[in-house]
């Protein structure tokens, strides 16, 4: 099925709720065509986050990195990524026959990203991506930062569990960014991002996550899918070290202001119930190197006041 041009329920029920938006806002803006100005965008990526269900129908996201050039548009719907995920990745087999996929191309030193929703099947030892949804994405909450150094040697095994370990909760109160996969039937899969100041993820107990939902371009269409589907995929990426993340389970929206207004500048608040962790340490060959907060964050807290990232031996904002 060719999403583009169709409007999608999900969003415009978001943006109803929201006040947002209109006729024709969101999805069916975008066509399935990469523009030609993209095409040395997505050839310069070193990493790309991709979004999916696993044979289980389970959301996840995870990250496929290389050398420049791993990832090229070889025509105009068509982008070919010499790259899978991980060993003991959820996604990792799951593109054998063709199903949706969302793809986030995301260049933090420049914070300019871009998406890219489709279906894709495995090749081999690289997927295959055709473009249903192509869309250039605002930059605001991404923190700028640049890679320092490739680490080859492979990752290791995949840890896995039913919920947070210590560790873990406190990697996630300390992160500022994560990366979230969302799927509806008929509308396909999407793969974005959400920034704050560290603090802004709150860990309500090892199987319930919350996190403000701010101010957007009004398209809404993470929101959009799950309001249609609440499965999820979170993925939080241990920039320093590699090491990936991942949570599936389902998300709520709570518009409730009196909760909203915990969180400077939410608009709502999103509640993610844990049903699988998966925790895979050098996933990612990449290492980065912090540079700066986005100017648009703002405190995590209605208390907190923005200060200097503390970097420990281990996690990264």
């Given at each position: 099925?060719?999403?583009?041009?169709?409007?999608?329920?999900?969003?415009?029920a978001?943006?109803r709720?929201?006040r947002e938006?209109?006729?024709?806002?969101?999805?069916?803006?975008?066509?399935?065509?990469?523009?030609?100005?993209?095409?040395?965008?997505?050839?310069?990526?070193?990493?790309l986050?991709?979004?999916?269900?696993?044979?289980?129908?389970?959301?996840?996201?995870?990250?496929?990195?290389?050398?420049t050039?791993?990832?090229?548009?070889?025509d105009?719907?068509?982008?070919?990524?010499?790259?899978?995920?991980?060993p003991?990745d959820?996604?990792?087999?799951?593109?054998?026959?063709?199903?949706?996929?969302?793809?986030?191309?995301?260049?933090?030193?420049?914070?300019?990203?871009?998406?890219?929703?489709?279906?894709?099947?495995?090749?081999?030892?690289?997927?295959?991506?055709?473009?249903?949804?192509?869309?250039?994405?605002?930059?605001?909450?991404?923190?700028?930062?640049?890679?320092?150094?490739?680490?080859?040697?492979?990752a290791?095994?995949?840890?896995?569990g039913?919920?947070?370990?210590?560790?873990?909760?406190?990697?996630?109160?300390?992160?500022?960014?994560?990366?979230?996969?969302?799927?509806?039937?008929?509308?396909?899969?999407?793969?974005?991002?959400?920034?704050g100041?560290?603090?802004?993820?709150?860990v309500?107990?090892?199987?319930?996550?919350?996190?403000?939902?701010?101010?957007?371009?009004?398209?809404?269409?993470?929101?959009?899918?799950?309001?249609l589907?609440?499965?999820?995929?979170?993925?939080?990426?241990d920039?320093?070290?590699?090491?990936?993340?991942?949570?599936?389970?389902q998300?709520r929206?709570?518009?409730?202001?009196?909760?909203?207004?915990?969180?400077?500048?939410?608009l709502?608040?999103?509640?993610?119930?844990?049903?699988?962790?998966?925790?895979i340490d050098?996933?990612?060959?990449?290492?980065?190197?912090?540079?700066?907060?986005?100017?648009?964050?703002?405190?995590?807290?209605?208390?907190?006041q923005?200060?200097?990232?503390?970097?420990?031996?281990?996690?990264?904002?």
């Amino acid at each position: 099925m060719d999403i583009s041009n169709v409007e999608h329920e999900g969003e415009q029920a978001i943006q109803r709720q929201a006040r947002e938006g209109g006729p024709e806002w969101g999805s069916p803006m975008f066509g399935p065509e990469i523009p030609h100005g993209f095409v040395p965008f997505i050839r310069d990526q070193r990493m790309l986050v991709i979004a999916g269900a696993d044979d289980e129908g389970q959301i996840w996201s995870t990250v496929v990195d290389g050398p420049t050039g791993f990832a090229r548009v070889v025509d105009e719907r068509t982008v070919v990524i010499d790259a899978l995920p991980a060993p003991g990745d959820p996604l990792r087999e799951a593109f054998h026959t063709e199903r949706d996929i969302g793809v986030l191309a995301l260049q933090p030193q420049t914070r300019r990203r871009i998406r890219m929703n489709g279906v894709a099947r495995r090749d081999g030892n690289r997927l295959v991506l055709r473009t249903e949804q192509v869309l250039g994405n605002c930059p605001k909450y991404l923190q700028t930062r640049s890679v320092k150094a490739t680490v080859p040697g492979g990752a290791g095994p995949a840890v896995t569990g039913e919920e947070l370990s210590e560790d873990q909760q406190r990697w996630i109160e300390g992160a500022g960014t994560f990366f979230i996969g969302s799927l509806s039937p008929g509308h396909g899969a999407d793969s974005s991002h959400r920034g704050g100041m560290p603090g802004f993820v709150t860990v309500a107990g090892p199987r319930t996550i919350v996190w403000p939902d701010y101010t957007s371009n009004q398209f809404y269409m993470t929101l959009g899918n799950m309001h249609l589907n609440p499965a999820a995929g979170l993925l939080f990426l241990d920039w320093e070290n590699g090491h990936t993340l991942q949570l599936t389970g389902q998300g709520r929206i709570d518009w409730d202001p009196a909760r909203t207004r915990t969180y400077p500048g939410a608009l709502r608040v999103v509640e993610f119930d844990i049903a699988k962790v998966v925790q895979i340490d050098h996933a990612s060959s990449l290492r980065w190197e912090f540079h700066a907060y986005s100017r648009f964050s703002p405190s995590a807290r209605a208390d907190d006041q923005p200060t200097e990232p503390t970097v420990s031996a281990r996690r990264q904002p």
